[in-house]
């Protein structure tokens, strides 16, 4: 039998938006998705947020407060692609230079 958290692939980005807008504009990317890559909220936190797509998919978002503005990690076995597209929609950081 196959590990399945072999295969979940981990993408991560920074940003200039605060912590909880990260997760904000995840649930409404995620929700406005068509058909099968649409996934809802089914666990939240200040930090965290897991969502379920139709087909049972999850795709679990987590944020820190960094160096420039917010981390955020997001992973997921099959919504690879429409993971890096939210990630890529949002504004990049820029990092402070010591």
């Known amino acids: 039998m196959r590990n399945q958290q072999r295969s979940r692939t981990l993408q991560q980005?920074?940003?200039t938006l605060a912590p909880a807008d990260v997760l904000d504009a995840a649930r409404l990317f995620f929700a406005q998705?068509?058909?099968?890559?649409?996934a809802f909220?089914?666990?939240?936190?200040?930090t965290y947020l897991t969502l379920?797509?139709?087909g049972g998919e999850e795709v679990a978002i987590g944020?820190?407060?960094a160096?420039?503005?917010t981390a955020v990690s997001a992973s997921s076995y099959m919504f690879d692609q429409q993971v890096a597209r939210f990630l890529?929609?949002?504004p990049p950081s820029v990092e402070s230079i010591a």
Do not use: N
Not at 33 to 38: D, K, L, T
Not at 41 to 46: D, I, S, V
């Open 41 to 46: 909220t089914e666990r939240h936190g200040p």
């Open 88 to 90: 890529s929609s949002l």
């Open 52 to 54: 379920r797509g139709l």
């Open 63 to 65: 944020v820190a407060r």
């Open 33 to 38: 998705r068509s058909g099968v890559y649409s």
């Open 67 to 69: 160096d420039g503005g």
């Open 13 to 15: 980005v920074r940003t």
